[in-house]
């Protein structure tokens, strides 16, 4: 059925950039969206962006907007998130999805295996 693998986290400093690659094997997901989640220690798993089949249409929470940037590369299988001014608070595990285009992880079907984040202030 295809798996979704996550790769680009690390330990970086507060103000410092990383970026994620979320990239499919086994099958293509060009047709799906594809999102990013992620979850600190001791909180719910939250949204935090998504990206339409085509590239054209965005969606990000408030708390990474200006910051994070969506994109993929069809033609790669791959969906990236673009990290950047980063602070303590998006210490987490960051998953990425494909679904629908949704904040809500309930619209999505299929999930990667996460990549730890760790901001250090």
């Known amino acids: 059925q295809g798996q979704l693998v996550v790769s680009g986290g690390g330990l970086v400093q507060a103000g410092g950039s990383l970026r994620l690659s979320c990239t499919a094997s086994?099958?293509?997901?060009?047709?799906?969206?594809m999102g990013w989640f992620r979850q600190a220690p001791g909180l719910e798993r939250e949204f935090v962006a998504s990206i339409n089949w085509s590239g054209r249409g965005t969606l990000y929470a408030d708390s990474v907007k200006g910051r994070f940037t969506i994109s993929r590369d069809n033609g790669k299988n791959t969906v990236y998130l673009q990290m950047n001014s980063l602070k303590p608070e998006d210490t987490a595990i960051y998953y990425c999805a494909a679904g629908r285009l949704s904040s809500h992880e309930g619209s999505y079907d299929y999930w990667g295996q996460g990549t730890q984040v760790t901001v250090s202030s």
């Open positions: 086994g099958r293509t997901f060009s047709g799906y969206a």
